[in-house]
């Protein structure tokens, strides 16, 4: 029953930054785990990064090791992506997660997921 609403995306220069916020409904937002996920064009969707329910542990795909860091505040029911040294390669549209078990939000393609958002887009031009 969760819903989730991305924003945050756009057109950014390689090395900039830009970070992505996802925004949960409901009042059992601090039961989930996130995680965000993105699709570049003609790829398969892959994992990028995900935070336990409590923010207490996070894991990151080794492409955006170093680069991307996630992060909740569970008051004000949001997850985060601060993304910073983009690369034209990071050029995908990103996907909110929220699934009650942390295994499926750190999986490779995300498949089981509860919850997806719509989407936002992030360009990034060289």
């Known amino acids: 029953q969760v819903q989730l609403v991305e924003s945050g995306g756009g057109l950014v220069q390689a090395g900039g930054s830009l970070r992505l916020s996802c925004a949960a409904s409901?009042?059992?937002?601090?039961?989930?785990?996130m995680g965000w996920f993105r699709q570049a064009p003609g790829k398969e969707r892959e994992f990028v990064a995900a935070i336990r329910r409590n923010g207490d542990s996070t894991n990151y795909a080794d492409s955006v090791k170093g680069r991307f860091t996630i992060s909740r505040d569970n008051a004000k029911n949001t997850v985060y992506l601060q993304m910073n040294s983009l690369k034209p390669e990071d050029t995908a549209v990103y996907y909110c997660?929220?699934?009650?078990?942390?295994?499926?939000?750190?999986?490779?393609?995300?498949?089981?997921?509860?919850?997806w958002g719509k989407g936002t887009l992030v360009t990034v031009s060289s």
């Open positions: 409901g009042r059992t937002f601090n039961n989930y785990a």
């Open positions: 997660a929220a699934d009650t078990e942390y295994l499926l939000v750190v999986s490779l393609r995300g498949y089981g997921v509860d919850a």
